[in-house]
């Protein structure tokens, strides 16, 4: 396993200070790193290969930060915990946190890192160990997430055979990595008189390469695409999706529901659960429009859902760490599962501040305090599942029906947003000059606005008018490579876009610049 260090130095900077190593900080990551900057702990980040070094030097000038503000190597660190910020870690958390539990009790730590210079980077490689029950209880605050094969964290198909083993209830499904796998499946489903099926890559994310299809034709059609690689472009900073097998799965026609979950040595607890609002736009089959904040009292098939996803936790024996679970609910025959993601909710944590105002906590502070405090604050005192909320909260994705390079915002739609009595903040995820796409999938979202109210009845209201302003437009972009491009480009003002973000403590937005972000920066939902 190779992994790249967030530092140019090969030597430990001296510090009385406890260590927090974060994993692949990106998305919601951003916040966990700034929470533990402002909690007094030293912050060491460890990149996986899934992002590249151009998104590694981005999250920097994203957060401020440079490489002398974070603890520059682990040797000699008092290490306090290792948590992963996003999904592109979750694999190399686990690994990292078994091979840091066994050395630690074995040998000296310095004598497990072979540390050479790449470029500018140092390349820490960990040599293979054999990981035994008793060698895994030496650093109490080093979590693996205590599953018996780390890759069921990414595979989907791996996730369903499990759960099928189980007993625990799944959708129809299998995975096409051949022609022959895609003509046997035809073959035994295509004469079906309802023929719809959805095809998704083995291993990925925000939604990209989702496709639904009602013929053979459109199986094949979604089989070459996402087979053939060609979302990569699409996905340029962080690897959302590969392309080693397809996943050919029944469409099931429900509501699809979120559970966040945070676990503690086996102890699960919801922190939050949200319903999707899904729509086929621009050709995308299941484009976010939003989603909503629920609590346990509202309707009965929440804990019928939050059951589920703890059964299917429980086969998978996961013990430690943050989950987010999809969950599609169908009439007559219960909760089936779409994916467990086994990080924390992704959207760069706009979510973050209007459930902690709802709630009183959020995901991300009872995973730190699980990490950081043994979860003697929050994570002992909260309920097992919010029974009930303050008021209500949309988490919306900005769209765009407009591709091209993004010459400007149409100020008078952005007004009308802001005057939304639920309005709570926005941020943009592209700045003028920028590429602008039509938005399909998650890496597409061009923004994200936040809505909150005690008055549930208004709130929907203004949902319902925002999506109307969001269909309307209010994006003005010219297409690439047309005559016209370099005089309007000349012209184009470049300044960052107002941000406008509330804090969960705020009564009155405060304005944050986080224009450097791009469409790449958003992870998954």
Known sequence: M????????ATAKPSSKETVILVDPLSTGFMLQQRCFDAGYDVMIVWSDQSSPAARAKHLQNTGRTDDDFAAIIVGANIKALLCGSNFGVLLEDELANNLKVFYSIVDITSTFKVCAEGEEMIVALPPTTVTPDRLSNIPHIRSSGVNNIAI???????????????????RQMLAKSEEDVFAFLKEYSSDENFKVVLKPQKGAGSVGVTFCDSPMAVWTAFDTIMGGSYCDHCTAYKHYNNDGVLIQEFMEGTEYIVNLVCNE????????????????????????????LSMEEDQR??????????????????????????????????????????????????????????????????????????????????SAPESILGGCYAVKMRSNVCGILQDIIQSQLNRILALPSYQGHFFLVKPSDKLLLTVDMPSVPGEVTLVN?????????????????DEGIFVAIPEGSPDEALVMSMINTDPIPVIMADAADTVPSAVDISNLTSDDISLS
């Not at 190779?2 to 130095?9: A, G, I």
């Not at 019928?304 to 999809?326: K, P, Q, R």
């Open 2 to 9: 190779t992994v790249y260090l967030s530092t140019k130095h």
């Open 153 to 171: 964290k990414c595979d989907k198909y791996m996730q369903y055979t499990t759960a099928k083993a189980a007993g625990i209830p799944v959708a």
């Open 266 to 293: 086996g102890v699960r607890k919801c922190t939050a659960m949200w319903k999707y609002d899904k729509r086929p736009y621009n050709g995308g089959s299941f484009v976010c429009f939003g989603k909503s904040l």
């Open 302 to 383: 929440h804990r019928e859902i939050l059951d589920y996803t703890l059964s299917v936790l429980e086969a998978f024996c996961f013990m430690n760490g943050a989950i987010h679970a999809e969950v599609m609910y169908i009439e007559g025959r219960g909760p089936l599962l779409v994916e467990i993601n086994c990080r924390l909710q992704g959207g760069n944590a706009a979510w973050v501040p209007p459930v902690e105002a709802c709630m009183g906590y959020s995901q991300l502070s009872v995973l730190m305090d699980v990490y950081l405090n043994e979860g003697k604050i929050l994570f002992d005192n909260i309920p």
């Open 454 to 470: 005690e008055d549930r009845d208004i709130l929907d209201q203004d949902y319902a008018l925002l999506n109307e302003i969001l």
